[in-house]
C-alpha cells in the first residue's frame, strides 16, 4: 500500500515540474491558470491520500482493543486540508479566466474616475 501511495504522490508531483514553465510565465492570466491546476492536482492527492488511509488505518486498535480514533481524524483531516487546497485552485483558475473590474469615483477637490482590474 505504501508503493501505491508513494507512486502516486510522485506521478502528481512530477506531472506540473516537467510543465513548460517559459510558457506559463509568458501571460499572467496563464501563469495564474497554471498554479491553480498544480493547486487541484496536489489537494486531490492530500485528500485522496486522507481517504486512502482512514480506513487502512483505523483498523488499528489500542492497547485496551477500541479503535484508534485519532488516525481517524487525522485522515479527515487530511481530506479537509485537501478539499480546501483543491478550492483554492479551483478559485485560482475562475479568477484567471474572469478578471475583476472595479470602478470608482471621486468628487472633491480632485475630480476622477478610477478603474481597477485585479486578478
Do not use: C, E
Not at 501571460?27 to 493547486?39: E, L
Not at 478550492?87 to 472633491?108: E, I
Amino acid at each position: 500500500m505504501k508503493a501505491i501511495l508513494a507512486a502516486l504522490m510522485i506521478a502528481v508531483f512530477v506531472a506540473p515540474a516537467r510543465a513548460d514553465q517559459a510558457a506559463a510565465t509568458a501571460d499572467p492570466a496563464a501563469a495564474q491558470f497554471h498554479r491553480g491546476t498544480v493547486k487541484i492536482r496536489v489537494g486531490l492527492a492530500i485528500a485522496a491520500a486522507g481517504v486512502l488511509g482512514m480506513p487502512i488505518t483505523a483498523v488499528t486498535v489500542n492497547s485496551d482493543k477500541s479503535p484508534n480514533k485519532a488516525v481517524a481524524y487525522g485522515g479527515l483531516g487530511a481530506v479537509a486540508v485537501g478539499g480546501a487546497i483543491a478550492l483554492s485552485g479551483a478559485q485560482d483558475q475562475r479568477r484567471a479566466a474572469r478578471p475583476q473590474t472595479a470602478v470608482g469615483f471621486s468628487l472633491g477637490r480632485v475630480n476622477g474616475v478610477h478603474i481597477r482590474r485585479s486578478w
